[in-house]
């Protein structure tokens, strides 16, 4: 996100399926220049994100879609976001969204920023558990190929700027995928 604000005294931020916004937005949270466009169809997420960020300048400038990504996206204008993030939360959806619309959100010289569960460990821990007041609860990932992301995105206009693993106790846990737009 840093490397896109480069040169840019504001920012267009949508976070796709943004949860609490601890592992992203929380780096942001002082900033005056950024919106941000939170997008979760879940309460109780939306309800750690406001608690996490309630007396924030970043909380000042968001916007809250509590709803689907799938039928958010074809209502978003054209070229209205500088980066568009999609952190975990492609692996917990039925199916990928919509390239076109993607394409269509980001402006020119934008990104779509992509990271989510390596598909190998998604097979083999195909189940994502936590603990809530003493309840075990689980929901089923499902495995997403960064190289299938890659050829989806180059179909519809992105390059490819970076993509890599990111390793945890030398366990392949996770990629991130950088795609930029192409220039107006």
């Given amino acids: ?27 942001f949270f002082d900033e005056q220049n950024i919106s941000w466009d939170y997008v979760d169809h879940s309460s109780r997420m939306l309800d750690q994100f406001q608690r996490n960020f309630l007396n924030t300048a970043l909380f000042l400038n968001t916007k809250v879609y509590l709803e689907n990504i799938t039928t958010l996206l074809p209502r978003l204008p054209s070229e209205s976001y500088d980066v568009v993030l999609l952190s ?8 990928t969204p919509d390239f076109e619309h993607l394409t269509r959100i980001v402006a020119p010289d934008g ?71 192409a220039s107006s």
């Fill in 88 to 95: 975990l939360v492609l692996s917990s959806m039925p199916d």
């Fill in 1 to 27: 996100i840093k490397m896109v604000r480069a040169g840019r005294p504001d920012l267009r931020v949508l976070d796709l399926g943004g949860g609490t916004g601890i592992h992203i937005a929380m780096s």
């Fill in 111 to 181: 990104a779509l920023i992509i990271s989510d569960i390596d598909p190998f460990y998604t097979l083999t821990h195909p189940h994502y558990a936590v603990q809530v007041n003493g309840s075990r609860y689980a929901l089923r990932s499902r495995p997403v190929k960064p190289l299938d992301l890659v050829a989806n995105a180059r179909a519809h206009g992105f390059h490819a700027d970076d993509l890599v693993s990111i390793v945890d106790n030398k366990t392949d846990y996770s990629f991130l995928g950088v795609f930029r737009a």
